[in-house]
């Protein structure tokens, strides 16, 4: 590969490395990173292949500080089904599903401060949360549990609880995935979705919670890879003009930093590549290119740097409005210095988390699963399992931002309660009848718990459901995500997501637990 400029460190070059939030490999700071953030690059992004353990975190971040101490450290940490922090281990926090159902802003707000507080304590400064889409497609394959719900005002009241909930523990706040990804039917991570509605639509339902987390001072805001044709029928509204500046930027007053969702995403990587999707998104008003859920090496770095620095020598982006970008990056990263009382003015940037309901060790997060929890008894009373059941787990394919790496269910949290427990996983591989009998043959005499993911979206999972209730009335069902489906078995319980405290606060209902017990 031919570098144009490597080693430079002209303004121009410095400029686009600016502008980029590349990921990388490892639990610790190669020294390609490093040479990169002394040559410009501001930002860096950390994903759950870089993280193992909060002291590790702390001196990973650490040691990018010391290289240059203004570098935005981001993450993409949701809590519930999409979390980094505790990626080997499932989430201490409920996702947004979850905390729609409760629809307590308070505790919403609470959450997210002491999520942010963890990310603090650890240097992360830039958060990729929350998501303000509106789940009005249920059968949506990427946003489900993320949203915090179908109701547009309710995911605006409380995107903004968390945003403020963020940024009050002085982690920056990036809302997504503007103008809207919940009424999809196609993953972005695949192929480019659109989104046929008109303007009012859009406007009265999909915008209303970014609006309203603009209004509450999100310092950031992230494109979703989506065509809108009512918006701008050529181009997704990452590479838009109209969405990014006419809309964002000019009709609803945003001045904080544009992010894009991942370019290595096939709705843009397959269509336009990555360099010169990188280079319509600055020209079209964002300012900062998200990388390296992927592609996390030096080379994709000096590429789309190169790529930035030959569009603007080549006339086809304007230098000033790489300078934008690469000014709005550094702004962010001083508030977020400021917010680390590293410097600047008193008063410019929100103090850490107070001691209070979001004091370390609070257990905020499982208080809000348990009370996220939907219970729907069956025609027979039900009685508690009181012996080591068998959990026989009703697996979807993962979609790509929740990953497989991440477990999820009951079963641990009910061996935590009741020893002896035993589990197996079943997808959509051998037909109903076999699949029941196998589940029959492995639980014996035991109780069944029967944990299931978006029923409503997998034919296979329902009939397989049905089958084995009716084989087994006394079947526990736990439906951990979006919770369409006519509720079935002797108990059903909706978690509103599957984060790890979402299996504590359901083992604790199927066993009788009195929670904390």
Same mark, same amino acid.
């Given at each position: 590969m031919t570098t144009l400029v490597r080693g430079s460190s002209d303004t121009l070059t410095r400029d686009a490395l600016a502008v980029l939030q590349p990921g990388f490999l490892g639990t610790t700071a190669p020294e390609w990173l490093l040479r990169q953030i002394g040559e410009g690059l501001s930002a860096v992004g950390l994903f759950g292949r870089n993280i193992v353990t909060s002291e590790q975190l702390t001196a990973l971040t650490a040691r990018l500080r010391a290289e240059r101490d203004d570098?935005?450290?981001?993450?993409?940490?949701?809590?519930?089904?999409?979390?980094?922090?505790?990626?080997?281990?499932?989430?201490?926090?409920?996702?947004?599903?979850? !905390?729609?159902?409760?629809?307590?802003?308070?505790?919403t707000r609470d959450v997210a401060r002491e999520l942010g507080r963890r990310l603090a304590e650890c240097g992360v400064d830039l958060n990729w949360a929350p998501s303000a889409d509106v789940n009005a497609n249920p059968d949506n394959p990427v946003i489900g549990v993320r949203s915090f719900g179908a109701d547009a005002e309710l995911a605006a009241r409380h995107t903004v609880a968390y945003v403020e909930g963020l940024q009050a523990a002085g982690v920056a706040a990036c809302v997504k995935h503007f103008p809207g990804h919940g009424d999809t039917n196609v993953d972005s991570h695949h192929a480019l979705p659109r989104i046929d509605v008109d303007l009012d639509t859009l406007h009265a339902r999909d915008l209303l919670p970014f609006r309203a987390a603009i209004a509450a001072g999100s310092k950031a805001v992230?494109?979703?890879?989506?065509?809108?044709?009512? !918006?701008?029928?050529?181009?997704p509204a990452t590479l838009s003009p109209q969405i990014l500046t006419g809309?964002?930027?000019?009709?609803?007053?945003?001045?904080?930093?544009?992010v894009t969702d991942g370019m290595e995403m096939n709705a843009i990587a397959s269509t336009y590549g990555i360099e010169r999707g990188s280079v319509l998104a600055i020209a079209a008003g964002a300012d900062a290119i998200c990388v390296g859920g992927g592609l996390a090496d030096e080379g994709t770095v000096l590429r789309l740097?190169?790529?930035?620095?030959?569009?603007?020598?080549?006339?086809?982006?304007p230098e000033e409005r790489l300078a934008d970008a690469a000014a709005r990056v550094r702004a962010l990263a001083d508030w977020t210095r400021r917010a680390r009382g590293a410097g600047g003015e008193p008063g410019a940037a929100p103090t850490p988390a107070q001691p209070g309901g979001t004091a370390p060790g609070n257990d905020v997060g499982l208080i809000a699963a348990r009370r996220a929890v939907k219970v729907t008894a069956g025609e027979v009373p039900y009685r508690p399992?009181?012996?080591?059941?068998?959990?026989?787990?009703?697996?979807?394919?993962?979609?790509?931002?929740?990953?497989?790496?991440t477990p999820w269910g009951?079963?641990?949290e009910l061996a935590a309660l009741l020893p002896g427990t035993t589990t197996d996983t079943y997808g959509d591989t051998s037909g109903t009848a076999a699949l029941v009998a196998n589940v029959l043959g492995m639980a014996a005499d035991r109780r069944i718990v029967a944990v299931v993911r978006d029923v409503h979206r997998h034919p296979w999972m329902a009939d397989a459901l049905d089958a084995l209730v009716e084989a087994r009335p006394d079947t526990v069902v736990v439906e951990m995500g979006v919770d369409r489906a006519q509720p079935?078995?002797?108990?059903?319980?909706?978690?509103?997501?599957?984060?790890?405290?979402?299996?504590?606060?359901?083992?604790?209902?199927?066993?009788?637990?009195?929670a904390g017990a």
């Open positions: 570098v935005l450290v981001a993450i993409d940490e949701e809590g519930g089904d999409v979390t980094r922090l505790e990626v080997r281990t499932g989430s201490s926090f409920p996702g947004n599903y979850a !905390l729609g159902s409760v629809d307590d802003t308070g505790l992230m494109s979703a890879h989506i065509l809108l044709p009512a !918006l701008d029928p050529n181009r809309l964002l930027r000019e009709e609803l007053g945003f001045q904080g930093l544009i740097r190169d790529a930035l620095v030959t569009a603007v020598r080549d006339g086809e982006l399992v009181d012996e080591a059941p068998y959990v026989a787990a009703f697996t979807p394919v993962a979609n790509i931002a929740v990953g497989d790496e009951v079963a641990s079935r078995g002797a108990l059903h319980i909706a978690t509103h997501g599957a984060a790890r405290v979402c299996g504590r606060a359901a083992a604790e209902v199927i066993t009788g637990r009195a």
